[in-house]
């Protein structure tokens, strides 16, 4: 058991590791490794009891910066909610992983020879974990997935042709793929007696039939052939960079201080991103850099909300004539009443406002409290949040008039809802050449939080085969090219201005085009599989049950 818990604890860490800032990626697929290992052979409880220590080694030291301001209770509460996740994980690993052999399915789906590591089984299932992780409950919350480690890796291209549950798992896949190696190489690495040793004694005589021939390409061979399969399919598939380009903006103006108080600061906010405004204008006048077609500034930039503040209209306005470029800003609006608006706006020169995307999904516990007087029994750190932020019903999409281009049409999501699969999908879907990701890390201080973020718009680029322009009050802000490369990145609290040329791109991609399909295929092969080995395992209760009739039988006779 102890050898195990190291096992599942340490792959738990590595996962950790393999995400920002170390970003260490390979460690993804070590820590699926170590966690099939510890999942391997064992009871239902006994894995959800492996799962969900990995899981909390994991989760607990990602998330540990949504406690830096508000104290540890969001933060555990949120970590071990996600580490539960996990444990269903390990729990359906041990079910699948220990089930009796089914005779007529292929030995690369479900190894009818110990070891019972079955690759594809964990593959999917970590899919089916992730899915429901980013949708339930209250909306989900898609952090921390396989996928947003391979922002750096060769792997990353896959997500161009499945999205992020086919990268998933890519990464699930050739980890498990590495446990089923060690464990077969190493048979008595976890010693001890387990379901295994059961499932083998139990097996019908003539399972051993069923084996493949050890030399044979699906029999000691598969592994290996998974692998470059895998690996060969992320660089046969390349996401292409070409196009006409748009010479944009990024604006990161930074806060007066950092932290919850940020926002006390609105005024002082908003002056620091018109400065820096006003700074990138100067740069286009000497030369420096070439006028822009877009300028972007990041979520919360006018707090004050300008619809209905003159001052902060004025301000705006002033902006999109210095810089005589089309202007997308973050604003808080103050609608509908009683609720308030995450907003991105587009201004343009000579207009004023024209259009206005509002945050579809505001984050709970941020920026709205779901059963506001139940949660106040457990914590008053839910009066933080005075007034919920309404849900936005339509999907964000702005057309830029360029010289050059003609209407541009560029899809804006805000902050946390990069994380979300159709709500970065349906604006590309709608026609968006580009994506525009504005976010505000101010409340997050010098974490690993805003180095996360930025790789899955990474990995957003590359699924979609849209430029990115990812912006921060505070960094890290970055333009971001479909290859998932980061030109003209910035650092954490600081001012700059970032600048530009992002290829256009129209041609949907192969995961585009499957849309939610890989994900809702994973929910539909991970039922079969439990029903398979539901069957397999009452067959093999029979078969066990008949086989001492008949001993009992013979020695009568």
Known sequence: MWRRLGLSAAGGLCLWLSFPTLGIWPLAILGVALLSLATCGVRARAGFLYGLVGGAACMLPVLHWTGIYVGAVPWLALGVTESIYLGFLGLGIAILQSARPIHWLPNWLWPRNSPHVRPFCVAILWVVQEGVRSSWPFGGFPWARLAWSQSGSPLAHLASIAGGPGLSFAVAFLGAVLAAVVHRTFPRLLGGSTVDDEVVRTSTAGSAASFLPAGSVWGRGWPAVAVVAVVAGSIWYPTPTSGSKLQVVGIQGNVPTMGLDFNAQREGVLNYHAETTARAAAMVRSGTIPQP?????????????????????????????????????????????????????????????????????????????????????????????????????????????????????????????????????????????????????????????????????????????????????????????????????????????????????????????????????????????????????????ETSHDNKRSSRGSQLV
């Open 293 to 541: 077609d877009l300028v972007v500034w990041p979520e919360n930039a006018s707090d004050i909300d300008p619809t209905r503040n003159a001052d902060a209209m004025t301000k705006i306005l002033r902006s999109v004539a210095v810089v005589k470029a089309p202007l997308i800003l973050g604003a808080v609006l103050n609608q509908p009443a009683p609720d308030v608006s995450n907003a991105s706006l587009l201004f343009l020169p000579g207009q004023g406002l024209v259009a206005q995307y509002i945050k579809q999904h505001p984050v709970p516990f941020a920026e709205y409290i779901p059963d506001r007087s139940f949660f106040a029994h457990f914590s008053d750190k839910v009066n933080l949040v005075k007034v919920d932020f309404a849900k936005g019903k339509k999907t964000g999409l702005f057309t830029i008039p360029t010289k050059t281009h003609g209407g541009v049409k560029v899809g804006p999501v805000i902050c946390f809802e990069v994380a979300y699969d159709n709500l970065v999908r349906l604006p590309v879907e709608d026609g968006a050449q580009m994506i525009i990701v504005q976010t505000n890390n101010a409340t997050f201080g010098r974490t690993a939080e805003s180095e996360q973020q930025l790789a899955i718009s990474r990995i957003r680029a590359i699924e979609h085969g849209r430029s990115v322009v990812h912006i921060s009050t505070v960094g890290v802000s970055g333009l971001i090219t479909p290859d998932g490369v980061v030109h003209d990145r910035s650092s954490l609290f600081t001012s700059k201005v970032l600048s530009g040329a992002l290829p256009l791109r129209s041609t949907l991609t192969i995961s585009d085009r499957l849309g939610a399909l890989p994900e809702n295929l994973a929910y539909a092969i991970a039922v079969a599989l439990f029903f398979l080995s539901a069957v397999g395992s009452r067959r093999g209760r």
